[in-house]
């Protein structure tokens, strides 16, 4: 695979039209012949409108007109891609967290190992966070903790959402992904779905940068949902290991 090849990109959007644009416009810098979704929950058209210019074959939109959790919003997005003949579909944020000048390594990296789930992991040697408060930056790491020390899968990352995923990985989470909650907890039951099936998962350094413009979606009910949801991927990974023996 080069990065010539058919690559889908999912990006969940909440109220991004400080940034959608310029983000659409640097990803196509990157990987110029992507096929784009931009999955728009948010409250007003601004989002769709400042998009508008730049939607044809190849950039499109997908408004679900209210706020629906951006894990449902990237499956809904992977199921749009694997309509086409994508074979690989990376996920990533609408406000430049995600560095878009990482995606051709990306790319190379989740071809030349042959990887169905590769995460770009801010905890890993030679990762960095950049502008994030103290408390964000304790929750976040904590969270991660708990989330290996419970699901054990062999990564320091559960919940970034910069991932690339093979095509084969994708129609998997199309299929059964998505019932276990439907924000940010989506992220670490994907993971362990791919892995507990046997999929073959990696993680690779990135730089994370808190966002500038535009307005986050997590919230105290996103945080308290992922705490409930943890117990529910608890039960997920017993069920998978268990098949899996």
């Known amino acids: 695979m080069t990065v010539a090849q058919r690559i889908g990109v999912v990006i969940p959007a909440y109220n991004e039209k400080e940034s959608i644009a310029d983000l659409v416009r640097s990803i196509r810098g990157q ?19 400042a998009l508008a210019p730049l939607l044809g074959p190849q950039t499109e939109l997908l408004r679900r007109g209210k706020k629906g959790g951006r894990g ?15 074979e690989v579909i990376f996920e990533m944020d609408a406000d430049f967290s995600h560095p878009p000048e990482q995606l051709p390594a990306l790319v190379e990296k989740l ?20 502008l ?10 904590s969270s991660n ?50 892995y507990y099936r046997g999929f073959k998962v990696g993680e690779v350094p990135t730089v994370f940068v808190n966002r500038v413009r535009g ?3 997590v919230n105290t009910r996103e945080i308290t949902g992922a705490l409930v949801g943890l117990v529910r991927i608890w039960g997920l990974k017993r069920e998978l290991a268990r098949t899996r023996k």
């Open 31 to 49: 990987l110029p012949d992507a096929r784009i979704v931009v999955v728009d929950d948010s409250s007003d058209l601004s989002t769709a409108e």
């Open 72 to 86: 449902s919003a990237v499956i809904d997005g992977l199921r749009h891609l694997l309509a086409s003949d994508v």
């Open 111 to 130: 071809a030349a190992e042959q990887l169905d789930l590769l995460i770009a992991s801010r905890y890993l040697p030679g990762s960095e966070i950049r």
């Open 132 to 141: 994030w408060p103290a408390t964000r930056r304790v929750f976040s790491f």
């Open 145 to 194: 903790r708990l989330a290996r020390l419970v699901l054990s899968v062999p990564v320091c990352d559960y919940t970034n959402g910069y991932r690339g995923y093979s095509r084969r990985a994708a129609e998997m989470v199309a299929q059964t992904c998505g019932r276990l909650g439907s924000g940010f907890i989506a992220l670490s039951e994907i993971l362990v779905n791919l």
């Open 215 to 217: 307005e986050s979606s």
